[in-house]
């Protein structure tokens, strides 16, 4: 009998996750093999037969980590038994049991609001916002939504589906019908809670090792905000409503969200947590210091209550009066120093957020646009992100979908 | 129209038959000198005398066999089951023999014998007697299976029950007893069997019920109507067997959503039935797959604080119409 055992690839290997079985217990394994795919947190290999013979149970699942020298499973010799693993290889108490593979991102999903009719075992693993699928790979759509597609000529490619796992439903199809684009149909958020892969946990590692608790860097944007200013104005003149450029922006980096729920998240030391819904702090300066006040739901709100609701909250903030709950719980912070001439600075993230945009002032300036040189309103912001959970790319990805809402802002008053 | 509740539209339903037709009984554990543990038979022993309203000994297998040998030799029995929880015992006489006597005998003989009583949770009973049995039933054929949610449709359907050929299991709903609402006056009012109604209207969900969870699901229904926009269809099956399921079918090619509500267990349930019938029938209809409100899946605890939990709640209905409408923040 031979044993098939997490091996060591270095000194500060202590454990390595379990990503595919290639062989079923009872299958015949030839010697050099693979019989199964482990991930370290360097690189994935295959863990070959060191013997022929038979494969006996497997002593830990896909997606569990072992600890380093635990046995996987055994290679049974002709005639030999096999015997029930006496304890399983994740037993020992550094395995992480729910650790699952970034390759299908098995979520736990958490969420204070679940549906109890849903079967827990059963949980939607839904990706928000979906996956564009593959070349060739099955869109998934409701039956009504093919139903209208075939009568109105729609075809299903390029159309981005707002339903649960990225599916396809009416909405979507009437959307497409009436010309709007994937962008105008906001993805559904959900909560839930993603597991630590071996890969982020050392780039959390090593990131907070040298610069600290949070790890940060900044991504700095230079938004054209000329249509913003003139459709506040016309607001303004219409409606005689107190609105600030800032609302707009509230509103902006709401919906912006909505298009990336890996910004708008906590870490925590086992998991990053991904938030069902929007909740954007605001810094507000007050004669004893700094206080975020909280817009909750921001996505869903007019631009109009945005501005009522974040007046009446620093009127509160400046006379102390704010209760816990309209302070906690954001998922994003927004800090704006426009209003003092500040061309754009950065801001320190407000935790458990994972990222805080910086809003400069808005102001005249010569650009080059549509190749003439012309005076345009301009707005630098400054995103600081928290490199444990939000990479370049992800918060550059953000600030692009936040230049779209920003720069065309009809999408964000219809 | 006079205003009744559900428990005197069943007392009237069966003292107007029993006028009507003197082939109509009733037995039944504590329904004669006690008048009934939730008083369905006041004062019909005073009126009709032992020969008709019948004490029997607390033995259901017996009472109903007695029965079913009555309704095969011409008599129209009404067995009050105290609750229909008790009926289990007489399982075997309602489904191996009053529901296959017909086929046994070739169509030569009938059971026009009524099963009735209570059911459901609501009223701390606990885990033996809150039970709900309609799919239980529903599952065989030869027998019709009744659970309104309305007076006037227990009036109705009663006497359907009672002047029809067939063995019929009346589930009455014990939350329901005191609840009032109008009925006909007029004493040929009946209720015909396999008609499931629109009980409101609406063109963004359809929810399909019967019994209590009817009533919630309208409550619910005025509540996202009123608050949310939201307006769902409700329809009330009325019968589980025979199962009109036509005008959910309407309801569905209109509202291209269903959320299917039920007091029992989920599996194996009404609710998964009425979605099972959506789905092969109007597949194409449906923009999201078809929701489930259910009990949960545990026998009925005591407490009260717990019964509420195990009980579908009005936010569970909610939750489930705007699930199917992908609503959500």
């Not at chain 2, 099956?237 to 009109?244: A, E, G, K, Q």
């Amino acid at each position: 009998m031979a044993e098939i055992i997490m091996p060591k690839m270095g000194d500060a290997m202590t454990e390595g996750k379990v990503v595919r079985w290639y062989k079923k217990p009872g299958d015949a394994v030839k010697k050099g093999e693979p019989v199964a795919e482990i991930e370290t947190d360097k690189v994935n290999l295959d863990l070959e037969a060191e013997a022929e013979g038979t494969l006996g149970a497997h002593a830990a699942n896909e997606g569990d980590m072992v600890p380093v020298g635990g046995v996987l499973a055994k290679i049974l010799a002709p005639g030999e038994k096999d015997e029930e693993p006496q304890r399983r290889a994740t037993d020992k108490k550094d395995s992480i049991k729910h650790t699952t593979g970034e390759y299908h991102e098995a979520i736990e999903q958490k969420g204070p609001r679940r549906d109890r009719t849903e079967p827990e075992t059963a949980p939607a693993p839904a990706t928000t916002p979906a996956p564009s699928p593959a070349e060739g790979e099955r869109r998934r759509s409701s039956p009504l939504a093919r139903r209208m597609a075939r009568d109105l000529g729609v075809s299903l490619e390029g159309v981005q589906g707002s339903g649960p796992n990225g599916r396809i439903v009416a909405a979507d199809i009437k959307n497409a019908k009436s010309g709007g684009g994937g962008q105008a149909i906001l993805p559904v958020l959900e909560s839930k809670t993603i597991p630590l892969s071996a890969m982020r946990r050392t780039i959390a590692k090593r990131l907070a090792e040298s610069t600290g608790p949070i790890p940060h860097f900044y991504l700095t944007a230079d938004f054209d905000v000329t249509n913003l200013t003139s459709i506040r104005q016309q607001l303004i003149d219409i409606t005689g409503a107190k609105i600030s450029l800032n609302d707009f922006l509230i509103r902006a980096v709401a919906l912006a969200l909505r298009h990336h729920p890996n910004v708008n998240a906590s870490w925590g030391d086992d998991a990053i947590t991904q938030h069902g819904e929007v909740h954007i702090g605001v810094a507000v300066a007050t004669p004893e210091g700094l206080i975020t006040p909280v817009i909750r739901n921001a996505d869903t709100k007019p631009v109009s209550a945005i501005a009522t609701e974040i007046r009446a909250l620093a009127d509160k903030a400046k006379n102390r009066k704010l209760k816990p709950d309209e302070y906690q719980g954001s998922t994003f912070t927004i800090s704006s120093l426009g209003a003092w001439g500040i061309e754009e600075f950065t801001a320190i993230i407000n935790p458990p957020n994972v990222a805080i945009l910086a809003i400069g002032a808005a102001e005249s300036r010569p650009v080059v646009h549509e190749k003439q040189v012309v005076i345009r309103d301009r707005m630098k912001v400054t995103m600081s992100c928290d490199h444990r959970v939000v990479d370049g790319a992800i918060g550059a990805e953000f600030l692009k979908t936040l230049r779209g809402y920003v720069e065309q802002p009809l999408r964000l008053v219809v | 129209m006079s205003e009744k509740s559900y428990r005197d539209a069943i007392r009237e339903a069966m003292m107007e038959e029993m006028d009507r037709d003197p082939a109509v009984l009733i037995m039944g554990e504590d329904i004669g000198v006690y008048e009934g543990t939730f008083r369905i038979t006041a004062g019909m022993l005073k009126k009709y005398g032992p020969k008709r309203v019948i004490d029997t000994p607390i033995a259901e297998a017996g009472m109903v066999g007695t029965a079913v040998g009555m309704a095969m030799l011409g008599l129209r029995p009404i067995v009050e089951m105290m609750t229909m929880n008790f009926a289990i015992v007489a399982a075997d006489q309602i489904l191996n023999h009053a529901a296959k006597v017909r086929y046994f005998s070739g169509g030569q003989v009938d059971v026009p014998l009524v099963v009735r009583g209570p059911q459901g949770a609501g009223v701390q009973l606990s885990a033996q007697h809150s039970q709900t049995f309609e799919s239980f039933y529903a599952h065989f054929p030869g027998i019709h299976v009744v659970a309104p949610a309305t007076p006037a449709d227990a009036k109705g359907m009663l006497k359907t029950a009672i002047r029809g050929r067939d063995p019929v299991i009346f589930l009455e709903s014990a939350a329901l007893y005191g609840m009032k609402g109008e009925v006909p006056d007029d004493p040929d009012f009946t209720v015909p069997f396999g008609k499931s109604r629109v009980a409101r209207e609406g063109s963004d969900v359809t929810i399909v019920s019967f019994s209590r969870m009817l009533q919630l699901s309208l409550i619910v229904a005025d509540k996202l109507s009123k608050e949310e926009g939201i307006e769902c269809e409700v329809i009330d099956l009325r019968t589980l067997r025979p199962l009109d399921m036509e005008p959910v079918y309407a309801s569905v090619r209109k509202t291209h959503r269903a959320v299917a509500v039920q007091e029992q267990w989920k599996p194996f349930g009404a609710a998964a039935e009425i979605a099972a019938n959506i789905t092969e029938t109007v597949f194409d209809e449906l923009d999201a797959p078809v929701a489930r409100v259910t009990g949960e899946d545990v026998p009925m605890p005591y407490a009260r604080n717990l019964e509420l939990l195990a009980t579908p709640h009005e936010e569970d209905i909610a939750r489930a119409v705007k699930k199917v409408m992908y609503a959500h923040g």
